[in-house]
């Protein structure tokens, strides 16, 4: 990944400069940006970036130059500028272009590396997570979280903060709806729907995946299997390693196409960008571009289609507390995706819930794929504004559909000492769903 | 250079000095980068006795010096050429909020945008709202005295600056005061109103350091309506109509077709029609008995000068949306094309409509498109030419064109700037507008705040106008 250097004039960033012209330098992306706010230097705003691109173009900064590398490493990806910009400066599309031509000139940090080629590769992936599923059920990870210096105990504390009771089964026909007029639930056929399981969900976040399943099923999706999907490639493209995200690619999508699904779904917001982009992605490889496009347009959140379908809301349990639920936009969702109410119809739909507002909850936590693991001190700022807005917000739970932020929030909550527990909305519209049909 | 970087690392830490060229690149401009200079280095203070060393050493070394807030100004205020470049952004505490007196105290680098929402809980806000609102800061828009869509009906920064702390260009900080807080904007205590003076004066007379601004409760009632005109000059005389029929609108907001489509192209659409030659954004507020007879007659009025529809904002949503497809309006030209220059001329209202047309007149001209986005109700005009700096004959026919429209504007017995400043962009025009003596005068007034022009030197007055400055050649720049 790290091949000859290529000449600035040839690079990806210069196949992407139209975007850049979009940029009057307004400057109404600055409070959208979690670095700008956290490190207080234009350099790490999108303007200050877009400036820099601007001036690698030009040849009046070299790509070999440290201090300003570090700056656009230093961009989390989050997309909130796209969400602010008025003239539509496609964003993440020039910083992976500007990382992939940086790649070219310099190594990516040893940590990154090492990350992105086990998550290239199943069969290093997999024992991986698997060891990490053993130091999580033992329980050293939340003593070691509490033992290490902050900053080192994060990892573990991400990894506990994924631990969950096992959730029994429930057969999704037997869930008593809050309406009656709801009966024959079960009759309805939206569609065939096939998940992109995905590397941490399915390894780190399993009762997750059989939450999204089921909570789809109730809700009148029939779920086939794409059996020899692999990591959707984000984690790679974003770090400035298009050509691996490219292969994955071209893997997921002949396996999604043996399927026969209807729809992709999602219930990673990381993963539901990406695969949403791979048109993009494989637009220059003429056998794959057709078949990118149409991948692309069948993919779906699992809120999208839980959204659809109402979601159907289970019936109440007499006597139940009412718990605090506050909602955490994921940067992919909201910005990348651009899917704001479904989430919140999600949780609008759960039994004796409050429903309280977060503030920022726009703003990046800070988790921005492997960002966390490779800038611990710059991800670190990030997370303690949204922790406090948490905090203030009187929640119990704060929901939010993405594994980085599950485990980012999670962690840091973890850390904090704190009672309150970072949750999937499906997951909490899976419990209400196995509460409804236990009570029968 | 390199002691005094040495110096100011001292005071405020190493990453909190920027004197790498490549680390400065950012901070060559403000939101008008058409105007691009090289800041010697860049310097952050933290706190507000950063602040203070930052200043007196500086003062020291004698070396002059350029603040900056967010870099969103419009008239290249904020550009230091081979000078210090004093960022205030990290200054950004909200010191206090007195909600019974309705005041706050801030430091200058707070967002406009965020003090209204740390205030919002006690039904209060900060009036002066220009469109940049959710990222400049109260130091810029004094600096500026800012103006905003809603400044018709409530007044300008300097309407809502009650008292500020200011360290000047030698160090000294001094509290300026204009009465205490109950007494109205227009009183002011004994003796000249230095804070009128200093409200304004873009960062010639020295640094905020912190400013008690005056709060606005919340209207009771607020009725946003968007009418649209099948010509720009049927919008104009309805605003000069609304304003002779006696009514206050709080806004009063005019864009053209060009604008427009810009807008709904955008993350922005606010459901402006795009056919429309221009629409006309009113807002009316206060309390709410009455208001329904003043929207009753904006809409008669509206429809009588040739309106083709009106449409009232049924709920918060919609009138948020209408708002933000106005204010975000600048920033969307750059969908038109790479680069842009923007305009901030006033005018007397009512000869709004036949400047409209030669303003479009001058763009035929010149070959170029001229959108217009501006505050008719007080006449105040932002005619924005979007345009390819890389073509040096289309670059050529925009300033022709500016330098035109602004002539236009003088002579229609309008004004160069209402609320971007004069900065580097309109100088040109200064010696136009005002007599040497005035000139002069200006630069006396400077001299009482700032004796050794070190503060955002090059701004405002020409220099070669000033003949006091001539006099004084012991001055740098």
Not at chain 2, 279 to 287: M, N, P, R, S, W
Request: hydrophobic share 45%.
């Amino acid at each position: 990944m790290t091949g000859t250097a290529l000449p600035i004039a040839q690079s990806p960033l210069a196949e992407a400069r139209a975007g850049l012209d979009r940029c009057v330098h307004c400057g109404f992306c600055l409070p959208a940006c979690p670095t700008y706010l956290a490190l207080d230097d234009e350099n790490d705003s999108p303007r200050g970036r877009l400036l820099l691109m601007g001036a690698l173009l030009e040849g009046s900064i070299s790509p070999d130059d440290a201090t300003i590398g570090r700056h656009f490493d230093q961009c989390l990806g989050c997309r909130g500028c796209e969400s602010a910009c008025p003239s539509g400066v496609p964003y993440g599309e020039l910083i992976e272009a500007t990382r992939a031509t940086l790649a070219t000139h310099r190594p990516l940090p040893f940590v990154a590396r090492f990350i992105l080629s086990v998550f290239a590769e199943l069969w290093l992936l997999r024992p991986v997570l698997a060891a990490a599923r053993v130091v999580r059920a033992s329980g050293l990870a939340r003593l070691v979280a509490r033992v290490l210096p902050a900053r080192m105990g994060m990892p573990f504390a991400m990894l506990a903060s994924t631990a969950r009771r096992v959730a029994p089964g429930y057969d999704p026909a037997t869930v008593r709806l809050a309406s009656t007029d709801d009966t024959h639930h079960m009759d309805v056929h939206r569609g065939r729907a096939a998940l992109l399981t995905g590397c941490v969900m399915e390894s780190l976040f399993t009762d997750v995946n059989r939450a999204t399943e089921r909570t789809l099923a109730v809700n009148g999706w029939q779920l086939c299997e794409a059996g020899d999907q692999v990591c959707c490639g984000a984690l790679h493209a974003h770090a400035g390693d298009p050509e691996t995200a490219r292969t994955l690619a071209r893997t997921n999508i002949a396996a999604f196409e043996q399927s026969g699904a209807d729809v992709i779904v999602m219930n990673s917001a990381g993963c539901g960008a990406m695969c949403r982009e791979y048109g993009h992605l494989l637009a220059d490889d003429p056998a794959w571009a057709a078949r990118a496009n149409r991948f692309g347009a069948k993919v779906r959140d699992v809120s999208e289609l839980l959204a659809e379908a109402g979601p159907r809301q289970p019936a109440s349990v007499p006597g139940r507390a009412t718990t605090t639920v506050t909602y955490d936009a994921p940067c992919h969702l909201q910005h990348a995706q651009r899917i704001t109410a479904p989430p919140l119809r999600v949780l609008a739909a759960l039994p004796s819930t409050t429903l309280v507002p977060l503030t920022d909850s726009d703003q990046c936590c800070g988790s921005a794929g492997i960002f966390n693991l490779v800038r611990p001190e710059v991800a670190e700022r990030v997370l303690d504004p949204k922790l406090a807005r948490i905090a203030e917000s009187g929640a119990t739970v704060v929901a939010t559909g993405n594994p980085g932020c599950l485990m980012q929030i999670g962690g840091g909550l973890v850390l904090a000492g704190s009672s309150v527990v970072a949750r999937h909305p499906v997951e909490l519209l899976d419990m209400a769903y196995a509460r409804a049909a236990r009570a029968d | 250079m390199t002691a005094l970087a040495t110096t100011l690392e001292r005071i405020v830490g190493p990453t909190h000095v920027l004197a790498r060229p490549a680390s400065l690149l950012a901070y060559r401009s403000d939101a008008l980068p058409g105007h691009r200079v090289m800041p010697a280095l860049a310097v952050m203070p933290g706190t507000r006795e950063e602040l203070i060393a930052v200043m007196r050493a500086l003062a020291e070394d004698g070396t002059p010096y350029v603040a900056r807030g967010a870099g969103t100004g419009l008239s290249g205020g904020a550009l230091a050429d081979g000078v210090v470049l004093l960022a205030l952004h990290r200054l950004r505490r909200i010191i206090q909020i007195d909600p019974v007196a309705r005041t706050a105290t801030v430091e200058p680098g707070v967002v406009n945008a965020t003090l209204t929402r740390a205030v919002a809980a006690h039904r209060l806000h900060y009036a002066p709202d220009p469109s940049s609102q959710t990222a400049c800061t109260i130091g810029g828009n004094i600096a500026e005295n800012a103006g905003g869509p809603h400044c018709l009906k409530y007044g300008v920064t300097l309407n809502h600056v009650i008292r500020a702390t200011v360290v000047l260009p030698s160090g000294e900080v001094v509290q300026l005061d204009r009465g205490d807080a109950s007494a109205s904007a227009s009183a002011s205590s004994a003796g000249y109103d230095l804070l009128g003076a200093f409200v304004g004066s873009e960062g010639c007379f020295g640094v905020v350091a912190d400013v008690t601004v005056r709060l606005t409760p919340d209207p009771e009632r607020v009725i946003t309506l968007l009418a649209d005109f099948m010509s720009v000059r049927s919008a104009a005389n309805a605003t000069s109509r609304i304003i002779a029929a006696g009514i206050v609108p709080a806004a009063l907001e005019l864009m053209d077709q060009a604008t427009i489509e810009a807008v709904e192209s955008s993350v922005y659409a606010a459901g402006y029609p795009r056919d429309a030659a221009a629409v006309l954004l009113a807002e009316v507020d206060g309390a709410a008995a009455g208001l329904d007879d003043d929207v009753r007659a904006i809409e008669a009025l509206c429809l009588e000068s040739g309106a083709r529809s009106v449409r009232i904002a049924h709920d918060p949503a919609e009138r948020t949306r209408l708002w933000l497809g106005r204010k975000k309006a600048f920033g969307a030209m750059g969908r038109v094309a790479p680069h842009l220059v923007v305009q901030d001329a006033v005018v007397p209202r009512t000869a709004l409509a036949d400047l409209l047309e030669d303003i479009q007149a001058i763009g035929v001209k010149h070959r170029l498109r001229v959108c217009n986005v501006f505050h008719a109700g007080d006449g105040n005009l932002h005619p924005n030419i979007p345009y390819d700096a890389d073509d040096a004959d289309e670059s050529a026919r925009v300033h022709k064109a500016m330098k035109e429209i602004m002539t236009r504007c003088i002579d229609a017995g309008g004004t160069i700037t209402g609320e971007h400043g004069v900065g580097l962009d309109k100088l040109p025009y200064m010696e136009a507008l005002f007599t040497p003596d005035t000139l002069d005068a200006m630069c006396s007034l400077r001299s009482v705040f700032d004796p050794t022009r070190r503060s955002n030197p090059g701004k405002v007055v020409p220099v070669r106008s000033c003949r006091e400055w001539h006099a004084t050649p012991a001055a740098r720049v």
